[in-house]
C-alpha cells in the first residue's frame, strides 16, 4: 500500500510484528458498515459514479456474506482488517475499489470502526447485566422473609433478610448497567472524516456520513478524532467497575457456599469436585469470576498506560487498544452469564441462615436505641450496653440470659419490655426508612425491580 515509497517490501519480521488482522479482523462487518456509509459520500460529492457506488456496495455486500460464513480468507501481508476487505473488493469489483479509500485513512477508519463495535457491545453487555440482575431477584425472592446475619468486617453484625442482601449487587449491577450505556453513548461520535490527522482538501458531508452509521455527533478536532481512545478507556473502566461487583458477590457467594456458612446451595452442575478428595464440592464458577476481574483490571491499566505519554496524532501504539477492549467485552460477558445461570439455580439454607441469625449479639444496637427513646444520649447508651455484651461474654451466657436486676444495675432506664428487643425479626420491622430491610420495604423493593427488570429494553 505504500510501495510508492519504498523501495523494499517489509521483512518478514516486520510483518508478524506488525499485522493486526489476526485480532482487527472482528471489526469486519462494522468496516464495511463504515465503507458503505462513506461510499455513499463520496458519490455524494460526485467523487463516484452511480453505478461505481453500486459496485462497491455490491462488492462490499458479498465479502460480508464470506465472512459471516466463515469463507474469507485473512492475508497476514496486507496487515489489517481493513487492507484486506479494500484488496478483495478492488480485485472483486476492479477499479471502483481502488476509489474507495479517497477522502479517508486508515487512522479516522479504525477509531470509526472501534466505535461502531463498541456502541453495540454495550447493548450486549447492559442486556447481560439484566439477565444477571433477574436471576438475583429470584434468588432473592426465594429468599421470602428468611433472616441472615448482616457483616462488618466479616464479623457478625446486625440482622438482615438474605433478600436485602442480595438486593444490594442489584443495586450495583444497575450503576453498572447505567455506566456501560454512557460508555456507548460517548463511543457514539463519528470520527470518519479526520484523515490521517488533517482531514482532507477533498471535503465530505460528515453529517451525511453520521446519519447513515447512527452517530449521534461528528468530532470537532481531527487530530483530536484520530487519536482518541477515552471511550475506551470509559468502556474499560466499566467493565473493570462491574467485574469488581461481580468479585464481591462471589466472595460472599464462597462464604456461604462454605461449611462453615452454609447458607446458600449451589447446584451440581454449578460445582466441581477433586481429582484427589471425594467430597468435595468447589464452587470453581464464583472463584473464576472473582479470578477473572484481575483480567479486566490489567486490561484497563493497560490501554492506560499504553496512551499516557503519546503525543498527537495518530501513533501505531494505538493498534494495542483493541486486544484489551475486546478481551475485556469477552470475559465480562462470559462472567454475567455464567452466574445468572449459577444463582437461578441456587438455593437457600434457611434453616441454617436462622441459626446464625438468632445471635442476640446481632441486635445489641437495639438495645442502645430502646435507652435512647428512653431519654439517654447515644454514647451513654452505647457504653451501657457495651459492658453488658462483656458481662454476658464474661459470664458464658446470651444477652437474652441476663436478669432485669443486671440490666438496671447498669441503666434504671432499662424495663421489662427491653428482652423485645432481642427479637431479630421485630428488630428488623421497626426498620422502616427507606432503603432499610424491613419486610415491608424489602417486598415492595423486590416489586419494584420485577417491574423496572420486565419493562427493561437494556
Request: proline share 3%; with cysteine.
Amino acid at each position: 500500500m505504500w510501495h510508492g515509497r519504498f523501495s523494499k517490501d517489509p521483512s518478514a519480521r516486520l510483518r508478524a510484528y506488525g499485522q493486526s488482522v489476526s485480532f482487527d479482523r472482528r471489526l469486519a462487518l462494522h468496516d464495511i458498515a463504515g465503507s458503505k456509509a462513506h461510499a455513499a459520500a463520496l458519490r455524494k460529492a460526485r467523487l463516484l459514479t452511480p453505478n461505481e457506488l453500486k459496485a462497491i456496495h455490491r462488492g462490499l455486500e458479498s465479502i460480508a456474506r464470506e465472512i459471516r460464513a466463515g469463507k474469507f480468507v485473512w492475508r497476514e501481508e496486507l496487515e489489517d482488517v481493513h487492507m484486506n476487505i479494500e484488496a478483495a473488493l478492488t480485485k472483486k469489483i476492479g477499479a471502483a475499489g481502488a476509489k474507495l479509500h479517497t477522502a479517508r485513512s486508515r487512522n479516522d477508519q479504525v477509531a470509526t470502526d472501534l466505535r461502531l463495535w463498541l456502541r453495540e457491545e454495550t447493548v450486549v453487555l447492559v442486556s447481560a447485566v439484566r439477565g444477571l440482575q433477574k436471576s438475583l431477584v429470584g434468588l432473592a425472592v426465594r429468599g421470602g422473609d428468611a433472616i441472615m446475619p448482616g457483616y462488618t468486617h466479616l464479623q457478625r453484625a446486625q440482622p438482615v433478610l438474605a433478600a436485602h442482601h442480595v438486593l444490594a449487587y442489584v443495586e450495583m449491577l444497575e450503576r453498572d448497567a447505567g455506566r456501560l450505556a454512557d460508555a456507548g453513548r460517548r463511543a457514539n461520535v463519528l470520527p470518519l472524516g479526520s484523515g490521517a490527522l488533517a482531514g482532507s482538501t477533498i471535503a465530505l458531508d460528515r453529517r451525511f456520513i453520521a446519519r447513515q452509521l447512527g452517530f449521534d455527533d461528528v468530532s470537532q478536532n481531527s487530530m483530536d478524532a484520530v487519536s482518541d481512545r477515552d471511550f475506551a478507556c470509559e468502556f474499560l473502566s466499566a467493565c473493570a467497575i462491574t467485574g469488581m461487583h461481580l468479585s464481591r458477590l462471589c466472595e460472599d457467594t464462597i462464604l456461604w457456599a462454605s461449611s462453615e456458612f452454609g447458607f446458600l446451595g449451589l447446584s451440581d452442575a454449578h460445582t466441581t469436585g477433586s481429582s484427589l478428595m471425594p467430597q468435595k464440592k468447589n464452587p470453581d464458577i464464583a472463584e473464576l469470576a472473582r479470578g477473572k476481574t484481575g483480567r479486566l483490571y490489567g486490561n484497563l491499566v493497560a490501554l492506560l498506560t499504553t496512551l499516557k505519554g503519546l503525543p498527537l496524532a495518530y501513533n501505531r501504539d494505538l493498534q494495542e487498544d483493541k486486544e484489551p477492549v475486546f478481551d475485556s467485552a469477552d470475559t465480562l460477558g462470559a462472567s454475567l452469564e455464567i452466574l445468572a445461570e449459577m444463582f437461578g439455580a441456587a438455593r437457600w439454607d434457611k434453616r441454617r441462615m436462622a441459626a446464625a441469625a438468632d445471635d442476640a449479639l446481632l441486635v445489641a444496637t437495639d438495645w442502645a436505641d430502646y435507652l435512647v427513646r428512653k431519654g439517654l444520649p447515644f454514647r451513654e447508651a452505647h457504653q451501657v450496653v457495651g459492658t453488658l455484651v462483656a458481662l454476658g461474654v464474661q459470664r458464658g451466657v446470651t444477652l437474652r440470659d441476663l436478669s432485669l436486676g443486671e440490666l438496671q444495675a447498669e441503666s434504671k432506664l432499662f424495663k421489662a419490655d427491653a428482652m423485645k428487643c432481642l427479637d431479630a425479626m421485630r428488630s428488623l420491622q421497626a426498620r422502616t426508612a427507606e432503603g432499610a430491610p424491613s419486610p415491608k420495604r424489602v417486598a415492595a423493593r423486590l416489586a419494584w425491580w420485577g417491574k423496572r427488570l420486565a419493562s427493561a429494553k437494556s
